[in-house]
């Protein structure tokens, strides 16, 4: 895990990159895994991949950081990226694979209401996808909308959200 994370770092090769997240992924369903890329500072580095400008490598450190965030310490980390995550969803093709890789991510970082807040901004896209996306996109983004819908505080911005 260690050489496959300082590899990500070394490296601008997309498809070497791909390949490392893709690893990392599969690894990460593992728990005991999923504290060890944290402790190697593997969270940042994947979280630093989502800015990257090729979709694929992108996608691929979705998918990771997805599987990462089934750990509560993970999610903590994690946390600092979703607005970032939402910039994602809302810039990336309609029902590609990079758009559902981040809203697979914003379905287990809404889980709990800890980070909600940090969703308020993109209902209105969640909304736009609800009625524009396939039905694959459609039952994710629904996923994201229940995930917030109960949390009461976020009521107001459910109900005030423009498509």
Do not use: W
């Not at 770092?9 to 728990?31: G, K, M």
């Not at 979709?55 to 607005?83: D, H, W």
Request: charged fraction near 15%; include cysteine.
């Amino acid at each position: 895990l260690q050489k496959l994370i300082h590899l990500l770092q070394a490296t601008d090769d997309p498809l070497i990159q791909e390949q490392a997240l893709i690893t990392l992924s599969n690894s990460a369903a593992f728990s005991v895994n999923q504290d060890i890329i944290r402790n190697l500072d593997g969270l940042s580095i994947i979280g630093g991949m989502i800015s990257d400008c090729v979709p694929k490598v992108k996608e691929k450190a979705l998918n990771a950081l997805n599987n990462l965030s089934m750990n509560i310490k993970n999610r903590e980390e994690i946390q600092v990226y979703i607005m970032q995550v939402c910039r994602n969803v809302e810039s990336a093709p309609l029902n590609s694979d990079l758009q559902l890789a981040g809203l697979r991510l914003l379905t287990n970082m809404s889980v709990t209401s800890d980070y909600h807040h940090k969703m308020i901004n993109s209902i209105p896209c969640f909304l736009h996808l609800l009625s524009e996306g396939t039905e694959r996109t459609q039952i994710q983004v629904l996923k994201v909308l229940v995930n917030l819908s109960a949390n009461p505080a976020m009521t107001r911005h459910l109900l005030r959200g423009q498509v």
